[in-house]
């Protein structure tokens, strides 16, 4: 393995565990060997892309890491970088995509794209849905504790339609699959006839989650399909959510198959 590729492993070690790292930790992690980890950490040191605790010897992001770090925050937000993706969602689909974020227990549409297929949905900017009863509200449910969404929610789940949740099990149940898989589906619940594909990504910046994802006709959706553009949305969230330092993220990249 190059020294470069050690070296970006390193760096998603660091991310991942979210600390300081040693030696060992590389030996342990990444299965290299002794010999190899000390010299890449030595190297990174070096040029300023690790820097090394004196007391603790354990290495951190140097100069040079924390300099772009703080370039590419200054520059960029997770709102611009959640409007990117959305816009490179709907080019590849060509479905009519949103950015929704949770208002109490409602989820609010603030975004939409409309794609260029024959068959599209509009919802426009404005428009709320009970946030159980939809993939957009699901998916930021799901970056809450169990706990919080019983709180936000009560014990009213009589809005939604299809196959929506109707119980408070029922609804636990699917926020933690949406956990697992990273994505959230929905067909016809709150709008009739109309599926959506959703993910989110959290902003540990401003404390905001965002939810972006795909609207398209339920009867158009196969399981082939299903799963193909639930994996599209869930990798666009991943990617966006790992550049802002989402915890979620970084730990479900670092888990991923």
């Known amino acids: 393995m190059s020294t470069l590729a050690n070296a970006m492993d390193v760096l998603k070690l660091i991310a991942r565990l979210r600390r300081d790292i040693t030696v060992t930790d590389v030996v342990t ?150 956990r697992e898989t990273g994505w959230a589906l929905s067909r016809g619940e709150y709008v009739t006839n109309v599926a959506g594909i959703s993910s989110a990504v959290f902003d540990p910046a401003t404390r905001q989650a965002y939810a972006f994802g795909i609207a398209l006709p339920a009867e158009l959706l196969s399981d082939a399909l299903v799963e193909r553009f639930g994996a599209i949305v869930r990798d666009a969230a991943a990617s966006v959510g790992k550049r802002v330092g989402d915890p979620y993220w970084l730990a479900f990249g670092a888990s991923a198959p």
């Open 29 to 178: 992690e990444l299965g290299l060997p002794k010999s190899s980890a000390s010299r890449t950490l030595s190297m990174m040191a070096g040029y300023g892309f690790l820097d090394r605790d004196a007391a603790t010897r354990a290495y951190r992001p140097g100069g040079v890491i924390m300099e772009a770090s703080y370039h590419f925050r200054a520059s960029r937000n997770a709102a611009s970088l959640v409007e990117e993706a959305l816009d490179a969602l709907v080019a590849e689909t060509r479905f009519t995509g949103y950015i929704n974020v949770l208002d109490g227990a409602d989820t609010l549409v603030i975004q939409m794209r409309a794609g260029a297929g024959a068959l599209q949905i509009y919802t426009p900017p404005g428009s709320r849905a009970p946030a159980y009863s939809s993939a957009m509200g699901r998916a930021l449910l799901a970056r809450q504790g169990d706990a919080e969404v019983t709180a936000l929610l009560g014990g009213r789940l009589d809005q939604g339609r299809g196959d929506a949740p109707r119980t408070r099990k029922d609804l636990l149940a699917r926020l933690a699959v949406i």
